[in-house]
């Protein structure tokens, strides 16, 4: 089936679906973002938590995030098409899975949700840095993890007023 007859039948099932006008627009934009794939996307990020227990450790993830080696943090994908509404996961069509990727699998890896492979946790490993990338298509987003020894006190950076000396 070609890219167009592909999209005719999409707007078959938006007009099927569609008891009026703002639903058929909104079911319309809805198939155009599934069809198309997304232009763009972000990573947001949990509570860091223990990886034996779970428990949270009060602290969340960034897209800079230092833990500590027996810890881990979930990270959420969501893509957005070019207009800015959300792509959603097509049930049952692999195509459009991210691809989760660690640039040092002994300092983390990605543990990912079977049930929704836009979710994955980021698994500490040994100490060290690495980055995580996670691709859709042409596109991807990043975030840099370091890792410390458990029994490091982890540094907080925080910026604030120039002060003369």
């Known amino acids: 089936m070609d890219l167009s007859t592909e999209r005719g039948h999409a707007l078959d099932v938006a007009l099927e679906l569609s008891d009026n006008v703002t639903d058929l627009l909104a079911n319309a934009t809805m198939i155009y973002g599934w069809l198309v794939g997304p232009a763009s ?16 450790t009060g602290r969340n993830g960034s897209a800079m995030t230092q833990m ?6 979930r990270v959420s994908l969501t ?25 040092d699998e002994g300092v983390f890896t990605w543990d990912i949700d079977p049930e929704n492979p836009r979710e994955a946790w980021a698994v500490a490993g040994m100490p ?21 020894p458990g029994d490091i006190a982890l540094v907080q950076l925080q910026t604030g007023e120039p002060e003369d000396q």
């Open 79 to 103: 893509a957005q098409d070019a207009k800015g509404a959300d792509v959603l996961d097509r049930a049952g069509d692999t195509s459009d899975d991210p691809a989760w990727t660690s640039s």
């Open 68 to 73: 500590r080696d027996n810890q881990k943090v």
């Open 128 to 148: 060290g840095s690495a980055v995580g990338t996670v691709t859709i298509g042409e596109i991807s987003a990043t975030a840099a993890f370091d890792v410390v």
């Open 41 to 56: 996307m972000s990573l947001a990020f949990g509570p860091i938590v223990d990886q034996a227990t779970e428990e949270p």
